[in-house]
């Protein structure tokens, strides 16, 4: 009997369930460092990640506890009982006795908040704060995996942070908080809160007002409760007469305080109709007033094709805090990758990162920390499971790092690749559109049921839709899960989302093999990014979202033709290795890119650990490629992260039935006899004794490339991956992660 995807889900369950309790009791693996020395470690001259030169390899240094320059973590304050706890700082605005509204996204291991318990908000000294709980997703046990908790906060006092435990509840305890505060839209719309944003564009002004848009549409509900309560409402622009800009949207998205009278008022601009005709950039002048007052205004802003900007304003004084979620209980529950918790965060890397964070780059059509060329070749803080800036912000909690990763992931908005369905209001689905994609010929898109074109139009004209920046799949960062994760904002949800469904639909149909948006004419290191990015959205989208399903399927579809390709495939190679989607183009058709390869198995290991039954089948497979290059037969660990590896005689031969066989068709003659790690190798390398090749010192080099698939394959394969990590672990010389922490993960 086929499995659906929610059945192929539940199988993996119970080893993530296994996975979180053991996370949670475990103290972290540490990853020590070493000093070292730049080095060149024998790869061709200008052989970066991808060929190129290496942009951004940063060499290690001698690390303590009392290193010099780097941020000093602000612990988390724990509430005995706790799930988790969270840790409010006060900014410079706040003022002592005021209560503050508080709106975070949490989440949950599987089993850690069963269905039918309930949440409540201690403080350190055991009093209570009642706390609202939208529950978005669940576990397939039922028990909670993500939710976005809201309650009313005492403001902390300054260099006195306020530790908030979410612990578990016998009753409710929102009675009080609803007591004389109407809640209802109707409420909000007699108290005057209001937004508009008008738009003049080629002498013709076009608006979109918040009142109007809540009293005569339909809004949706996001949050519902005494607390908060967030309605959404979304229109086209309106001209002076009422019609429509065929092109512009408005999005609004007003989160209500009843019992402070306050509002949180959150604004999208969208260019981002798929099917809309003559799609073009627009230059515009825009305003933006709240309660009559204006608060944001621009000139000249060019809103390039299928983007769209954000901005977030407040009624009275937006409330100044900074929240830290509790690292620890983040990486244990599963959701996130096992970051070594050991890392001192270079304080000089983070004050020079958000003393750039400034100026136009931050702004509407600003792309944050992102690379303008996403295809740019070398080393870069943007790869990995969490781009470098991400994983400085998850271990370290620092307000800094927080606002240049929920910031950038907002500016993610900038790309032209998002896709909006103007019937159903959402990211538009591959399963509603099978042919639909950038790329190919009125042929290969044409819809055989429907008989329709799928293709999306062509620009209005040469120029029109002239971007700076260039957006792809093998070098794409995962911008909005980890900001979706601790924030609950719908807008990081949907990004996250137009990400997932930009990777499936953007190939040719029939490559792709249409509706099922196979990842496999991608470059190994889009394959690997893709699914990331396919499998976080289909692990986190709520469970009552109408893409929710869509993604699963997606998900299952792909893991289903990875399994049948190699997991379950007598005839796949004995290496461990993907060999399609133009992975063979090195040396004439016989190598590989290992550390494209290693992409790929951290993506699946990560996608294991959520708890996709069917990825953790194919890590299994995955997974002997890179300890084999750490202690199998015939194979010099000193070379398991070499930049590429012959892995055929031919581009016509059978592969290597072995990886030693591998490893003597990729190294010069003159090493094949030399003692493994011994001090001669290391002088024909020109290393250190015990030093990887592949700039093993820094934090982007092809051993840190390789690290989080040992980390994983070390969790699966039992003896023989510990072994092979504890090998890993034993080079001499390691880098500084400190400055950029996005492969530092280690087993669980």
Known sequence: MPTTPFLSYALGLLLAATLASAAAQSPPATAATTATDPAYVGLPQGGGLDGGMVAEIRYGKTT????????????????????????????????????????????????????????????????????????????????????VLSALVPAPEPGKPLALGLVKATRPDLAKTGQGHDASLEALLRGGTDARVELTLDGTTYTAALGRLLATSAPTLWLDGPVAREWQVAAPLAGPGGQ???????????????????????????????????????????????????????????????????????????????????????????????????????ERTLAGMHARWTGAQVEPMGIGLAMAAMPTTGGRPDIGLLPAWAAIYLLGMDRRAGEMTIGTATLAGSWSMHYRDVRTGLPVSLLDFPYMTIVGNPGDTRNPATGKQELFPGCAAPGACKTPYQHDIPHQPAF?????????????????????????????????????????????????WALRTLGQAAYITPDEHRLKRDFLQLLDANLDWYNATYTHNPQANALGIIVNGYALVYTEGRGMAPWQDDFFTAAVGHLAELGFAKA????????????????????????????????????????????????????????????????????????????MTGYSSGDSGFPSNMQPALAYAADVLGEDGLKAWRQFMARSVKPDYGSGPQFAIVPR
Not at 68 to 73: L, N, R, S, W
Not at 285 to 294: E, I, N, Y
Not at 500 to 520: E, T
Not at 663 to 668: D, E, G, K, T, V
């Open 64 to 147: 303590g506890s009392a290193t010099p320059g780097v941020t000093p973590a602000v612990p988390a304050t724990r509430i005995p009982g706790a799930l988790a706890s969270l840790t409010l700082e006060a900014g410079d605005g706040a003022r002592k006795g005021q209560r503050l509204p508080l709106t975070v996204g949490q989440v949950f291991a599987p089993a850690a908040l069963k269905r039918g318990e309930l949440l409540q908000a201690v403080l350190a000294d055991g009093s209570t704060v009642p706390l609202q709980t939208d529950i978005k997703a669940r576990h397939l046990d039922g028990s909670v995996r993500h939710a």
């Open 480 to 528: 909005s899960y980890l900001p979706y994760l601790v924030t609950g904002d719908y807008y990081h949800l949907e990004e996250l989302q137009f990400w997932a469904m930009y990777d499936v639909f953007s190939s040719n149909p029939g490559y792709r093999d249409n509706r099922k948006g196979l990842l496999r004419p991608e470059q190994v290191r889009g394959q690997a």
């Open 616 to 691: 953790r089948e194919l890590l299994v497979w995955k997974a002997r490629f890179p300890v084999s290059r750490m202690t199998g037969k015939g194979m010099c660990w000193i070379s398991g992260a070499m930049y590429s590896m012959n892995v055929r005689a031919s581009a016509a031969a059978p592969f290597y039935p072995a990886i030693g066989e591998a490893y003597r068709a990729s190294i010069a003659p003159e090493l094949r006899e030399l003692p493994c790690a011994g001090s001669d190798m290391a002088q024909a390398l020109k290393l250190r004794t015990g030093e």
């Open 244 to 346: 429509p800009h065929p092109h512009l949207a408005a999005r609004f998205a007003v989160r209500w305080y009843p019992a402070l009278a306050k509002a949180r008022i959150d604004l999208t601009i969208e260019n981002t109709w798929a099917f809309a005709p003559a799609p073009q950039n627009f230059t515009y002048d825009v305003r933006v007033s709240v309660d009559g007052k204006q608060v944001y205004a621009r000139k000249d802003l060019t809103h390039y094709h299928h983007a769209r900007w954000r901005k977030l304003f407040w009624t009275g004084d937006a409330p100044d805090v900074h929240v830290r979620h509790d690292t620890r209980q983040l990486i244990a529950s599963l959701a996130l990758p096992n970051y070594d918790q050991s890392i001192q965060i270079d």
